[in-house]
Each structure stands twice: as structure tokens, then as C-alpha cells.
């Protein structure tokens, strides 16, 4: 683990739990770039830990105090996403500078840290997010390419098994899910983290047992 201070932090809001894990990518061209603005205390943004392609680690901002990562952002009815969350960056130049698969080794330390995080913090697989997930309307990562079902394997957040679905209405499922954003964008959110074949923006069938799926995981858990 290396130390990177970050000033761009507050306090979390008294009394809310820390029960989610948002991951992003840095959407910059070098890590060290990515680095320099979340430390720098003019970009007021921040996170608690940022993962080179390398598998290094950077510990940025203490896991006790609020990081700015979230943005506007809402998930399962809360707002304040940075109060209730540890975030995490992942290095990659994204999708405006040349989006690319993340190294084994980059993910291999995302699960490590990943892990570690929560067996310190009650969050629930459900809460286990991608900053699309939570901003569909203005985000994209950390993108069709970040490996969601290795992390699922692992412990880390779910990987749903489709199930059958009758006159789905896939934006309210998603809603019920923990969604919120405009159809398309909510939809393209989805498909971009459970179905990263097809990302189309559109209801089908495919999409409609998957979602179906995760419903079916939240309520037996």
C-alpha cells in the first residue's frame, strides 16, 4: 500500500452507515495524472484509493472521513453516496482516451482490496456498485470491460443467473433494483455492468431475465 495524500475530504454524515463500495475508473491518460488531480485541492475530487495498472495501491484519503467521488448520484433511495461509501479508482484511460480491459494484475489487487474493505463494513453485495450504476445519466465507468463476474466470484458484490420473466417492464425492475436515472441511460447502466455483450440502451428479453435475476438474489438474501 502506497500513500498518496488527498485534502479533498470532509467528515461523513453523522450516523449513516457505510454500507456501499463504488468503483470508477480514473478516465485520464497516466496514472500519474489521474493521481495529481485527486490530490490536487482545486479539483474537489477525491477517493479513498486509487489502483495503478501495475496492482499498486494508492491510499489517498482515510476510510473514516468522506471522500468526493459519487457526485450527484442516487442509489436504492439515497442521495448522499459519499457519505455512505468507500471509493475506490481504478487506472484506465476510459472511454474518451482509449478505453482497454483492465490487467489481470489490476484486478487481482481491485479483489484483494475489495475483500479487505469488506470484512471491515457491512455492505450488502447489492450496494457493490459502479459509478454508472449510481449516475447513469452522466457516467460510464468503470465500463463494459471491468470484470464484475470475477469480483462476484470472489464474494464481491453478485452475478446474477437470468430467470424467466413475463411482460417485464425493465425500467420499473431496475427502479425496484436501485436504479434511477432516464431509461435509456438506466438500461445502458445495466447492460454495461450484468451484460456487457450487448450494450443497447433497449428492453429485451436477455435483459429482462437478468434483471429478474438480481431481484430474485436481493429477496432471498
Known sequence: MLNAYSPN???????????????????????????????????????????????????????????????????????DINSRSIGIEIVNPGHYFGYRPFPQTQMNSVVNLSKDILSRYPIPPWNVVGHSDIAPDRKLDPGEFFNWKKLAAAGI???????????????????TYGYDGEARNTIEAFQRHFRPSAITGKSDEESCRIAAGLLDMVTKS
Open 9 to 79: 475530504f470532509g467528515p461523513r454524515c453523522e450516523k449513516t452507515p457505510v454500507d456501499m463500495l463504488v468503483f470508477h475508473y480514473t478516465g485520464m491518460q497516466t496514472a500519474q495524472s489521474a493521481i495529481n488531480r485527486l490530490c490536487d485541492p482545486k479539483s474537489n475530487v477525491s477517493a479513498h484509493y486509487c489502483i495503478d495498472e501495475n496492482g499498486f495501491i494508492f491510499s489517498l484519503v482515510d476510510e473514516d472521513k468522506r471522500a468526493w467521488h459519487a457526485g450527484k448520484s442516487f442509489w436504492r433511495g439515497e442521495t
Open 157 to 175: 458484490g453478485v452475478w446474477p443467473t437470468p430467470l424467466a420473466s413475463n411482460q417485464c417492464n425493465l425500467k420499473s425492475t431496475l427502479a
